[in-house]
């Protein structure tokens, strides 16, 4: 099945009618979010190279194109124009790794009104996930105060896809690594893991399968809960006594008061001499359990993450939309109660001042503001530009830098006091209100 | 790449050690929670059709062994039992759309312990999200008392792989059907859709858009809400009343008080004759916000429900492990602070009285206790049985039935004050006494 059915069922019949009146005119639509979810202070955005990805290959298969038409509910102009559909039109985005605030296009695309509109639910649901988890996981990495991250929750992400979205979205911000080893494959992305509970209980004597491990794996992490914690230590000190040549490089505890539990597990590793043998910590971990252990002075040196950043558990969706703003050259605006839209093609720029990003400006495409603009071209006619074509290491580092430039108070985990401050130009606020006295 | 790399990375590096020890003695894991997640009172068992999917088409590509090869740290031992790898274990496993409750087994593998543990976090993550998602779903069909409810959430549920799930595992537990087109074409499910803003802002005039759009589209629905939804609902009635052979069946409220605006609008329609159009309603809606609006007598007939269904917003996620309990015919159990676990392969039986489900029972895989025992053999040395190529039509009609058959406290949206009984048999009890006392 193609990938193209992935969308949902007005994109056609919207299709079926632009063609039916003859609506051949360029569509500008892009793609933002009206608000930051409670507790964050930016998004990050992530999910470019999926897009272009998407609209690079879309194509409509000869037996879904047979499907649709069986379905009778579609024109056979429609129909047609389906077998031989391809995306040519013009895309400019954020790059991946910028940080990025309410009203601000992450993505622009610039096409005729039919293939724009098709697009609509394959880019916002790459967008949003990878957005949202980059996002979450920014705030995890920050918490840990240089400690390592790693993504363990590929078991929890909502399915194989946001597996993938994870691992990759947390390693742009800055996580070590994840457990997933598809990920470790497809981005190269550094991969962790060891062992679960069940190596343990599947043998006679913990200390059996610790012993085992050890000698299988040198330099391997030990899990050390599944009986009780301290005396898992202890069986670890125990071991390397008896056989020097073993090597076991860190302990890892899943259960229990992680904080006291790292703490005693300190001084039993010190007291025998194993101050080189690191502790990793696990179990319902987030940036406020992280921030919290670390305040209690517990000595853990990286944290294995699993449900609340796979799931960005406390704040699960970012309210990405994807508005027309411009067709036929004219600008377009939306003023039902609650959800207003400022028309036209847009750019943002940033203001940058001693290393400290200081505000934004959302202008008129063709505005030349103060600051950095944002928005670059990804896609032409369809087909990707270098700028497109970023590795995920630099946009990794793209993402460090920004995020260590944005004011100290909104990369804190508590709300900022004040929102990091976007302004539209006059010349943007006027558009709108042109169209509002238009409509009254 | 081979989906076999969908797989934490300590399963590859515990079946390393498995097979250098020679481990090779039939494993059984069951898959559950611990926990129903706040506001739920039971879930709904799904994702076994993806899981025997998964099981049925597990190699690892030649490719992906030449990777993990490279990185260099796994036995050549390992590399070459993967590059032969095929899941021949047993499955047992209760049928999708099942109520089921925390502590008990929704999956069952019966397999040699390399096997079995290698597929740990697919299984984990396929049961998780369509499991999770079937009980969000459940309580919103609940809500609607009958009245459709559309899945519209594939741009905001986590990536394509979820926007599938959502649509299945929402219409398999009485969803009317989904606007993901490739979700029809998968599965048969019926797909929803009319237009969008971006429609009616592409014309000069909403009164063109509408009237274009009905004439390329008998019976369709109108969006009403672009610019004032009121004159919206007499834009209708005026181009119905201009042209008797015009045919609208429905108008969407997508903003606003929808309650208010549902009341005026089937004022406005029916005052013109037009009791015949339905009012469909959209935007923010789960099932609290359904409840809230039919309590307050909106005549709504059918709710698009997106974001909140897609990511099961209140509660993103459910504690599903996947846990050894029997190795080489020796019941496990885990035994850490405050994760305890029955050992030993089990059964559930569900007893029933005057059609309602009464109380369930946790036993041993070889007890007969009163009931219905609901985990069935589904997998056979890796090949499916009949009873794991259930028709989703069927999965649903079990569930429409099932939930039914729940006691009436347990189907409302809040909290039942008596939670489900589910009871462990003495024996079961015995054999985790049993564990504990040779572990002291």
Known sequence: MSDALFTDLYELTMADAYLAEGMEGTAVFELFFRRLPPDRNFAIAAGLDGCLDFLEHLRFEEEDVAWLRRLGRFSDRLLDALAGFRFHGDVWAMPEGTPVFPNEPLLQVVAPILEAQLVETALLARVHVETLIASKAARIVHAARGRMVVDFGARRAHGFDAAFALARSSWLVGAAGTSLVAAGRRWGIPIFGTMAHSYVQAHDTEREAFERFARIHPGTTILVDTWDTLEGVRKVVSILEADPDLRIDAIRLDS?????????????????????????????????????????????????????????????????????????????????????????????????????????????????????????????????LEAGREPLEACRARALDAIARLPPALRGLEPAGTPYPVRPTRALVEDLDRIRAARH
């Open 256 to 384: 229990g008061d992680l904080a006291e539990l790292a703490i005693e597990s300190r001084r039993i590793l010190d007291e025998a001499g194993l101050g080189h043998v690191r502790i990793f910590a696990s179990s319902d971990l987030d940036e406020w359990a992280i921030e919290a252990l670390l305040e209690r002075g517990a000595p853990i040196d990286g944290f294995g993450v699993g449900t609340r950043m796979a799931t960005s558990l406390d704040a699960p969706s970012i309210d990405v939309v994807y508005k027309l703003v411009e067709y036929d050259g004219v600008g377009r605006a939306k003023l039902s109660t609650t959800k207003v839209l400022h028309p036209g093609r847009k750019q943002v720029f940033r203001e940058e001042a001693d290393g400290v990003y200081v505000g934004d400006t959302l202008a008129r495409h063709d505005e030349r503001c103060p600051g950095t603009p944002l928005l670059r071209q990804v896609m032409k006619d369809g087909r990707r």
